[in-house]
Every structure is written in structure tokens, then in C-alpha cells.
């Protein structure tokens, strides 16, 4: 999967967490860009990443998480594991 594929996925999962369709994924976004962003909706975010993609978080990824480029690379990483 594509970088952009993961973001249109992303912003997906993003506009319908803080339902706000206005929200765009993007590779320089971090928690602290979204006001609603806290540590309910990331758990949120994590648990549709997880069943979207189809892949499981570890703790640390959680924590690096908050930035969505490093989302990105998780994704890309485990993904590639999974094939």
C-alpha cells in the first residue's frame, strides 16, 4: 500500500473520530495540530487503524503514534509483515 493510501485511510478514520469533515491526513500532522486529538480519541484512532488495516499495535507504537508520519511508517512496517 501506498503513502497516499494510507492517508486517504487515515483521513478517513480522522474526519469520522473528530467528525469534522475538514480534517485531511497529512505526513507533517501531529496530535497536538487537532484540538480533539486526546488520549481517548488517539486510543480511538489506534483501534480503527488496527481493524482497517488489519494489524496490531505494540505499546511503544502507541506512544509514537501521535505524529502520523510515524502512523505511516507503523502501518507501512507491519503491513510488510503480514504479506
Known amino acids: 500500500m501506498t503513502k497516499q493510501e494510507i492517508l486517504n485511510n487515515l483521513t478517513?478514520?480522522?474526519q469520522?473520530?473528530?467528525?469534522n469533515?475538514?480534517?485531511?491526513?497529512?505526513?507533517d500532522m501531529v496530535a497536538d495540530d487537532v484540538a480533539e486529538?486526546?488520549?481517548?480519541s488517539h486510543m480511538s484512532i489506534i483501534m480503527e487503524?488496527?481493524?482497517m488495516f488489519n494489524l496490531r499495535f505494540d505499546i511503544g507504537?502507541?506512544?509514537r503514534a501521535d505524529k502520523?508520519?510515524?502512523l505511516v511508517e507503523i502501518i507501512q512496517?507491519?503491513?510488510s509483515l503480514s504479506e
Not at 469520522?16 to 467528525?19: E, P
Open 61 to 63: 507504537d502507541i506512544g
Open 37 to 40: 486529538w486526546d488520549s481517548v
Open 12 to 14: 478517513e478514520i480522522f
Open 68 to 70: 502520523v508520519s510515524n
Open 21 to 27: 469533515p475538514d480534517v485531511q491526513a497529512t505526513e
Open 16 to 19: 469520522a473520530i473528530f467528525r
Open 49 to 51: 487503524v488496527e481493524q
Open 77 to 79: 512496517a507491519k503491513g
